[in-house]
């Protein structure tokens, strides 16, 4: 009895109705209180200090450790580059039949048009079934839940909360997230989504396929822009390999995003987009 | 007067330096680059931070910044927010309240309350992916034990930070 009545269990239960009230807030708005919020805005310019720091160090130190791999990917890209110099010009070609077609049949032209928010990967978050960062911009800088996240190679996530100098990131390796993708090759819609068992490997998984389906190793998958959730087209990765389920009734593809999420510095957040396919 | 005024000055600073550390600790673990192993997890050592302080400065300290390291870890990840504050509040109060009547001061002591924070952490983490996403929990709990492996190492180092700042900061009979 007396406990009850000391000081101790007086701070106590203010801690415990201050959380509790935290975590009921979060539950009806699904949004962080304007503490947390505040919190985040002052902390996330530290992040950034300290991200900057580590990668000063990184690049000098990295000068010396990583010359060998740097000289390899190097080869690999040429490589690459020249492959895709050969299919540029088929492209071209496709891409101005497609064209004369749709002056022909009045069609309208495809068009995308962006609008994007430049932000700096504060942190990187790994946790047990967590993949997620958290950027230098918010709600301030017009970014909104919701809102895509990309990088020049394709999406990597979508903001899950923000305040007015930071936002969360889900990230596709994350296994609340979850979105429709086409097969760019086939046009089979398909859904992406995060593994646990393969997130430890950098991949996700596209789920729920037949055992033949027509989808294999090198396939492009893209955002489907159904119900204008994120737009078209947006690469999220490329197949790996394709394998049965457990049951042995689905199949599912293994994915590998467009960028390495660990290594990602600089994002765009798309505040708004209109896409005309 | 004076003996009084250079006690507060001296639990000013050390509040301070308390909470530059936690801050410094939050940001230095998500920094880019730094997630570990060979599954590239992000290393939390904050309950082993927060149970140091507890120990050192008791409830009260512990507490209050307990709280505020769980609102900086729900900044980052998507559990629900206030539940990482709860917790690690908790963790704080009971170190700084109840362990230290039957623990001593002791590295020993703060890594023992730390691991068992992360124990029952990794069993509620089991549990709620288990029940909503499906994820078996013994895989979790994997995932837990090396995120708790590498935690405890740069705990360790909290540890040595904390004592020290208390050593410096507290008068020699007040130790």
């Known amino acids: 009895m007396k406990f009850l009545r000391s000081r101790l ?3 106590i239960m ?26 985040g805005t002052v902390v996330t310019p530290v992040q950034n200090a300290v991200a900057g720091a580590f990668d000063g160090v990184n690049g000098f130190f990295g000068y010396f450790y990583r010359y060998s791999s740097l000289v390899e990917e190097n080869r690999r890209l040429q490589e690459e580059l020249a492959e895709y110099r050969e299919m540029e010009q088929k492209y071209l070609n496709a891409i101005n ?22 932000c700096q990967v504060a942190s990187v978050y790994r946790g047990s ?86 989808i294999q190793e090198g396939d492009i998958i893209e955002t489907s822009g159904y119900a204008g959730v994120y737009p078209q087209g ?34 765009y957040a798309v505040k708004d987009f209109e896409v005309v396919d | 007067m004076q003996f009084t005024l250079s006690v507060d000055r001296d639990r000013l600073i050390k509040t301070v330096l308390y909470f530059l550390l936690v801050t410094l600790a939050y940001a230095i673990c998500g920094t880019r680059g730094m997630v570990w192993g060979p599954d590239m997890v992000t290393v ?25 390291a769980g609102l900086l870890l729900s900044i980052q990840s998507h559990t629900h927010e206030g539940f990482e504050a709860l917790v690690l509040a908790m963790l704080g109060i009971l170190c700084g309240s109840a362990a230290v009547l039957f623990m001593r001061r002791t590295f020993a002591s703060v890594m023992v309350c ?6 029952v952490r ?16 013994q895989g979790i709990m994997v995932e837990y034990l090396k995120i708790t492996f590498l935690s405890a190492l740069a705990g360790a180092l909290g540890w040595v930070i904390v004592s020290n700042i208390h050593r410096r900061f507290t008068p020699k009979g007040n130790y």
């Not at chain 1, 993949?131 to 190679?153: F, H, N, P, W, Y």
């Not at chain 1, 690469?235 to 790996?240: D, E, M, P, S």
């Not at chain 2, 990794?122 to 929990?137: A, C, N, R, T, V």
């Open chain 2, 44 to 68: 939390n050592p904050m309950p082993f931070i927060i149970a140091a302080i507890a120990f050192y400065e008791g409830p009260y300290m512990g507490g209050g910044l307990g709280l505020y």
């Open chain 1, 97 to 118: 039949e497609n064209t004369e077609l749709r002056k022909l049949t009045g069609l309208k032209a495809k068009y995308r048009d962006f609008d994007f928010e430049l």
């Open chain 1, 129 to 214: 079934a967590q993949a997620g960062m958290v950027l230098s911009k918010g709600s301030s800088a017009g970014i909104e839940q919701g809102d895509t996240v990309m990088t020049r190679g394709g999406m990597i996530g979508y903001v899950s909360d923000l305040g007015p100098g930071y936002c969360e990131v889900v990230t596709v390796l994350d296994v609340a997230f979850k979105a429709e993708a086409k097969v760019a090759r086939t046009r089979e819609t398909v859904i992406a989504e995060g593994d646990f068992q393969l997130m430890g490997d950098g991949y996700f998984r596209l789920s729920y396929l037949s055992p033949d389906c027509d």
């Open chain 1, 9 to 11: 269990f007086a701070f």
């Open chain 1, 234 to 267: 947006l690469i999220l990765g490329t197949v790996k390999r394709v394998e049965l389920d457990s049951s042995g009734l689905m199949a599912y593809a293994v994915v590998q995003p467009v960028e390495d999420i660990s290594e990602v510095r600089w994002v």
């Open chain 2, 114 to 119: 730390g691991l068992s924070f992360m124990a």
């Open chain 1, 14 to 39: 203010c801690i415990v109705l201050l959380c509790v009230g935290l975590m009921l807030h979060s539950a009806y708005t699904g949004e962080s209180s304007r503490l947390t919020r505040l919190l």
């Open chain 2, 122 to 137: 990794g069993i509620i983490s089991s549990i709620y992916y288990q029940l909503f996403y499906g994820i078996p929990w």
